[in-house]
């Protein structure tokens, strides 16, 4: 049983195993907004999620009166890999008893420990093994934690995972992200940082990348990640990708504001190898009330992912042997206790 003591480790990372399958189902819908989530179009099919749930300080809208309701929203949506914003420790520790078939992977953005929110990324444990994780900042100095060099409101990071697929031994990147709200100006570089370092991780990696972004489409931060030129890494709006006619007023923020006018600032993009087969922002209300300032937002992906160079035979674990060398590898490194623990060492 995991101990509230353990958050207090510099990276949270907690698996938990489990012998849940993926069932074919019917097709997915293809609608703009969701008020009747459709189910994954095939076993094969990856639906990602990304949903800004609103820190758990603001006390105009207790944590504790929106907890089960993000919980039955991203539960709804049944996400493989989903990216949240805005969490604070105690929040992804509801998140993790109530999700606890994920891994979930993050560092606190003030201090790089358990200070400020964490852009949280889970995975679905059953389905994917982690290859490597790290959180940057945005900022001219992406490796000290807590580093804000641009003029940021708050201090700004990104989570990273190469993760591999334990059916075809494939793998890809996902990044999740909070662009800031005042700065344009820390926008803009934050969007070409995460540009340029993403295709650092493996050349001709997949990529997926969750956030909220704070801009429109068409924005400069928006041209940056969707339309750079001359860059290693392409991505595209899945959103727009499957909805090219969605009005621009469409949002994926109300602002618990009833008739609210707002903009597509929360985005999943991905690059060329995965095609958009649905994608839909999720205006449920949950109990009467929605459970965040923000609407979640998903998409489900096909595509085929970089193959790891040649297959090697399993372990007692069914894992490939060269993951299994990499988590021995990655335990004698000097790693935060916590990322080690998913290898074996350090306590739980």
Not at 45 to 66: C, D, H, M
Not at 101 to 116: A, K
Not at 167 to 179: F, I, M, P, R
Not at 253 to 263: A, D, Q, S
């Amino acid at each position: 049983m995991r101990s509230r003591a353990s958050l207090s480790l510099v990276v949270l990372l907690v698996a938990v195993w489990s012998a849940c399958q993926h069932a074919p189902t019917k097709p997915a819908r293809r609608v703009a907004i969701e008020r009747h989530m459709p189910a994954l179009a095939t076993s094969t099919t990856l639906r990602v999620a990304s949903f800004n749930i609103l820190q758990a300080g603001n006390k105009a809208y207790p944590w504790e009166e929106r907890r089960d309701s993000v919980a039955a929203c991203l539960r709804d949506m049944d996400p493989d890999i989903f990216g949240v914003q805005e969490a604070l420790i105690g929040q992804l520790d509801d998140l993790m008893d109530a999700f606890p078939d994920y891994t979930c992977i993050g560092r606190g953005r003030d201090d790089g420990g358990t200070r400020g929110e964490f852009m949280g990324l889970f995975y679905r444990t059953n389905r994917f093994v982690l290859k490597q994780a790290e959180v940057f900042w945005l900022s001219d100095t992406p490796e000290i934690p807590g580093s804000n060099t641009w003029g940021a409101a708050c201090v700004r990071c990104a989570t990273v995972a190469i993760l591999i697929d334990r059916d075809n031994e494939t793998s890809l990147g996902v990044c999740n992200t909070h662009l800031d709200h005042i700065s344009a100006a820390a926008r803009e570089k934050g969007a070409a940082l995460i540009r340029k370092r993403l295709p650092t991780y493996g050349k001709g990696l997949p990529w997926i990348v969750t956030g909220d972004f704070n801009s429109p489409p068409g924005s400069v931060p928006y041209v940056a990640l969707v339309e750079p030129e001359g860059s290693e890494l392409r991505l595209a709006d899945t959103f727009a990708a499957v909805h090219p006619s969605a009005p621009p007023a469409t949002s994926s923020l109300h602002g618990y504001v009833e008739k609210f006018k707002g903009t597509r600032i929360d985005w999943i993009l991905a690059s060329p190898e995965f095609k958009p087969l649905a994608a839909g922002i999720n205006q449920f209300k949950y109990r009467g009330r929605y459970p965040s300032d923000h609407f979640a937002v998903w998409a489900d992906l096909k595509g085929k992912a970089a193959p790891i160079k040649r297959r090697k035979p399993r372990d007692r674990a069914g894992l490939p042997t060269e993951t299994v060398d990499e988590r021995q590898a990655q335990a004698s490194n000097p790693l935060p206790i916590s990322l080690r623990r998913l290898f074996g060492g350090g306590p739980r």
